[in-house]
């Protein structure tokens, strides 16, 4: 709860937004934590798509959005997603040997783990900041530390780095890492790269590997919050990759995904039709890219895809606004931009009201106790409380028969168990010898008689016949009201014990 207080603080200070100056000891309502400044929250769509049309990426964009981007990484890193809080995050998923991996170091400008097999296998958060400094600055967070690494060495740390989360073998986990990369040039984006769709296990993976990869893909893409960035091989049949059947299974429409078609040169023939027509449909369209390859530098692979998609017969017939690694990171930081100004006041709004939730819960709890007297008085208090609401709810459920209380548990019935108790004690008694009309009918009290007779009064039992008749009697059922009390404590007892723990 401290985290979530100082959380909103932040916010409100990166979004020029009024702090309301609170007593970190009171627990009043958090209605007055964060109030939401208008001008702060009330960036508009339409408003974004002004900024991004008529401003470089690296200057008004960094005083106007970085603040709010800044803010949901520490909502990220507070993992206010595990309250259930969305948070406005841009997914890449692929199938495997897609092209997402070029992709990715293309927009960071850093290498990334390259091998058969699956590379990525923990959800890697990819913080990119555009850095003035002309010397890079890279770390990467996991497991509560931070270590910080540089471009030579980026690749083999992000190795180490998962085989700490998910182990040295080839298996999967859900636990992130994240890599914030501070350079300068590349575009203010926070991206979650997810591991590449492969239905076919190799050696040392589970069995189960591709349903461990599409629960995880699906977890991070059904959020109405995130945006599905779709990496695509320009030589495969978009209507059968398995990852847009599943982007289309949370997003029908395709108005949270964007297309990355990689791998362009491999097969340009077709790829016109195949990103205008859009039978898959991605709402938010498409961008081919060129893949980096071998020991191209970024500037050389740069060139090189700028040359191509001017000079080949087929590519340079292709929309100059679906073209190229920077279109493809204009639209991305655009399409960041407006989700967040969309979703921020609404996360905001989510955070009050948890917190509100959580202080509620908290005025509960007895004050701060200081001495024995103190403590005694609360105890006392906190029992008296539960004696009173146990003698409430026993009085509900074993008088009047009010069963809403324990309405799925029959046990708690207590009327009804009752009443089935008592039925049972009277069969019992009707059936047993002493009772039975048919069974050797007056035998044993004829027989008594007999022994007993004398000079008597006419149609007069002699009181000692009749003691012995009644003691037989009394002896031969005395067992089952005897059980019958027994049972019915036992029940009682059990339903008192139930009613005070649950209320305790």
Wanted: aromatic content about 4%.
């Amino acid at each position: 709860m401290t985290s979530s207080s100082h959380l909103l603080s932040i916010i409100s200070q990166k979004m020029g937004g009024k702090r309301t100056q609170t007593d970190s000891g009171s627990r009043s309502s958090s209605s007055s934590i964060l109030q939401d400044d208008q001008e702060g929250l009330s960036f508009s769509s339409s408003k974004a798509q002004l900024l991004f049309n008529n401003a470089p990426i690296v200057s008004s964009y960094n005083d106007k959005i970085r603040p709010m981007l800044d803010a949901i990484d520490k909502l990220r890193v507070l993992m206010v997603m595990e309250e259930g809080i969305q948070l406005p995050t841009i997914v890449v998923v692929g199938d495997q040997s897609s092209g997402k991996s070029s992709v990715l170091e293309s927009l960071a400008g850093i290498s990334l783990p390259r091998g058969q097999g699956i590379c990525t296998r923990v959800p890697l958060v990819m913080r990119l900041q555009h850095h003035s400094d002309p010397k890079p600055e890279l770390s990467l967070e996991y497991n509560g530390r931070v270590e910080q690494t540089d471009e030579e060495n980026i690749s083999e740390d992000i190795v180490n780095a998962t085989n700490l989360i998910a182990g040295d073998k080839k298996g999967i986990s859900d636990t992130p890492l994240t890599l914030l990369v501070k350079k300068n040039g590349v575009p203010d984006l926070t991206m979650v790269d997810l591991p590449g769709i492969t239905r076919v296990p190799v050696h040392g993976q589970p069995e189960n590997i591709y349903d461990q990869i599409k629960d995880m893909i699906i977890k991070y893409i059904k959020p109405d919050e995130s945006i599905i960035l779709n990496v695509l091989s320009a030589s495969t049949d978009f209507s059968t990759c398995e990852s847009i059947s599943m982007s289309r299974s949370v997003d029908k429409t395709g108005e949270r995904t964007l297309a990355v078609v990689t791998k362009v040169d491999m097969a340009p023939e077709g790829l016109l039709e195949k990103v205008t027509a859009d039978d898959v449909d991605i709402g938010l369209g498409y961008v081919c890219v060129r893949n980096r390859i071998r020991d191209e530098t970024y500037e050389e692979a740069k060139a090189i895809a700028d040359r191509l998609f001017k000079t080949h017969p087929l590519l340079s017939k292709i929309d100059k606004s679906m073209v190229g690694i920077q279109v493809l990171a204009d639209k991305l930081v655009q399409i960041q931009a407006v989700s967040i100004a969309r979703n921020l006041p609404v996360i905001v709004k989510k955070i009050n009201d948890k917190l509100n939730s959580y202080l509620s819960e908290l005025n509960k709890l007895p004050k701060t106790l200081t001495t024995i007297a103190e403590a005694l008085t609360a105890f006392m208090q906190i029992i008296q409380q539960i004696i009173e609401e146990s003698k409430e709810s026993l009085k509900k459920i074993l008088l009047t028969g009010e069963i809403e209380e324990f309405l799925g548990d029959q046990q708690m019935h207590s009327t009804a168990r009752l009443v089935e108790m008592l039925n049972q004690c009277s069969f019992q008694l009707q059936e047993c010898n002493e009772s039975h009309s048919k069974s050797n009918f007056l035998m044993k009290e004829i027989e008594i008689l007999e022994e007993v007779k004398g000079i008597n009064l006419p149609n007069f039992v002699q009181r000692n016949a009749f003691l012995i008749i009644l003691q037989r009697k009394v002896k031969g059922i005395s067992g089952i009201p005897l059980g019958f009390v027994e049972q019915v404590w036992n029940y009682i007892e059990n339903v008192v014990l139930y009613v005070l723990m649950r209320n305790t």
